[in-house]
């Protein structure tokens, strides 16, 4: 099976098929205009410059353009980049679909979706269930195709509710061990605190803000969607506030972005649980780059550490 473009080292030779994640026009010191291309697989991606580019080029190689590439993986401060040696759009005759390309979840829609439904099942009180459920419902569609980021940790198709899933089973063990947590308010937390990332997001594709994410940002957007699901569902109950402080506190800190800290018990266990799997996340897809025995690349996310990869 052909290897996938995180799975080349330094000086190997490229040739495969990939789509452009994002494609940035910049000039360079000599004046002349250049993109930056997001190239990517169902492995993973890499950055690549092309030089020289006219305006053709520019509207030819922009985001979510499908291309067969050639070229050398290089050392780049550290980091992989592809030195291209040719590059031109994929036609019918290639017999490559975007959708081939395109990384998702180890698991498929209906299995995460299976599992989270079951996690709100066992949710004992009303108030907290029904708002879950009906959020949920409501932005089902997107939830479940949506990535979690458009870099760092979980940025693929159906990232998001990947994310979701890998908490809640994480929290299940931790209740386990900890009887005193709430556990329906701390499903309902997992499954709420990024939901927002459907309006934050312009898509499972080519990621990027929308204005509305810019402006607003998911946990803004997700505090007033429990707000507006209750007064639906007419609920007047102080857990729908509890609901919107986890949302609002689950980064942690003001510098992370947090308007406010965790102030209840399962907000300060539904910000470990998210910063755990997020971490492990950024660490697995760094590490699946190296052989044993080899470091990561710098993982910039993490205070720019790179990982060693034991040889046993």
Not at 294 to 301: G, L, P, Q
Request: glycine share 6%; aromatic share 8%.
């Amino acid at each position: 099976m052909k290897k996938g473009i995180v799975h080349y080292g330094f000086g190997e030779t490229v040739d495969t098929y990939m789509y452009i994640k994002t494609s940035t026009k910049a000039v360079a010191s000599n004046g002349k205009p250049f993109l930056t291309l997001i190239l990517a697989d169902k492995t993973g991606e890499i950055e690549a410059k092309l030089w020289d580019v006219s305006e053709n080029d520019e509207k030819t190689y922009a985001a979510e353009a499908t291309v067969k590439v050639q070229g050398e993986v290089q050392n780049f401060r550290g980091r992989s980049q592809l030195k291209i040696r040719q590059i031109r759009l994929t036609t019918d005759n290639d017999g490559v679909k975007k959708s081939d390309l395109i990384q998702t979840a180890p698991l498929s829609q209906e299995e995460m979706l299976e599992k989270i439904t079951q996690y709100i099942f066992e949710m004992r009180n009303p108030n907290i269930q029904r708002v879950t459920r009906h959020l949920l419902k409501k932005y089902q569609e997107d939830f479940l195709v949506f990535p979690a980021a458009t870099k760092n940790h979980h940025e693929f198709m159906s990232g998001l509710a990947y994310h979701v899933v890998s908490m809640l089973d994480l929290a299940k063990g931790i209740a386990a061990l900890y009887p005193s947590l709430d556990k329906d308010l701390l499903y309902a937390g997992i499954i709420l605190h990024d939901l927002g990332k459907v309006f934050e997001l312009s898509g499972p594709v080519s990621t990027v803000y929308t204005v509305e994410g810019n402006l607003l940002g998911h946990i803004t957007i997700m505090v007033n969607e429990i707000g507006k699901a209750a007064e639906e569902l007419e609920i007047k109950a102080e857990e729908i506030m509890i609901l919107q402080h986890l949302v609002l506190s689950h980064h942690g800190k003001a510098e992370w972005g947090s308007p406010k800290p965790p102030l209840v018990r399962e907000a300060e266990v539904l910000h470990y649980i998210d910063n755990l799997d997020a971490k492990i996340n950024m660490m697995d897809r760094a590490l699946e780059k190296v052989r044993p025995g080899e470091f990561t690349e710098r993982v910039f996310a993490l205070d720019n550490r790179s990982f060693y990869k034991p040889n046993f």
